[in-house]
């Protein structure tokens, strides 16, 4: 099973984007939804999760700004990126966890905020 990552680009500082995520199938267990990031030269740090009961947790640049949903009937998940700054640039990675500590990787969407 593949995670596909869509609805990357480039946006002015301040704008907002939208991605999203979806699996190319069924993952058995999964209790954990995310997105994460990885800037150049950087270490890959979260962004947001989402678990099953709808509890949600963001990293502490994002907060405030961007929010993570899941459309459980599309078996998607999103991140709405609000008042994009120019350290949001990097490759975005969606995530899933599951009970079997098993966890998927996406190939990563690029976001490119400009000044």
């Known amino acids: 099973v593949q995670l596909q990552a869509s609805g990357g680009g480039l946006v002015q500082a301040g704008g907002s984007l939208r991605l999203s995520c979806a699996p190319s199938?069924?993952?058995?267990?999964?209790?954990?939804r995310g997105w994460y990031r990885q800037a150049p030269g950087k270490e890959r740090e979260l962004v947001a999760l989402?678990?099953?009961?709808?509890?949600?947790n963001y990293g502490d640049s994002v907060k405030g700004r961007f929010s993570i949903s899941r459309d459980v009937a599309r078996n998607t998940w999103d991140l709405q990126m609000n008042s994009l700054k120019p350290e949001d640039t990097a490759v975005y990675f969606c995530?899933?966890?599951?009970?079997?500590?098993?966890?998927?990787w996406g190939q990563g969407t690029q976001v490119t905020v400009s000044s």
């Open positions: 995530n899933v966890k599951t009970t079997y500590e098993r966890v998927y």
């Open positions: 989402i678990m099953n009961n709808g509890l949600t």
């Open positions: 199938g069924k993952i058995l267990g999964v209790n954990r």
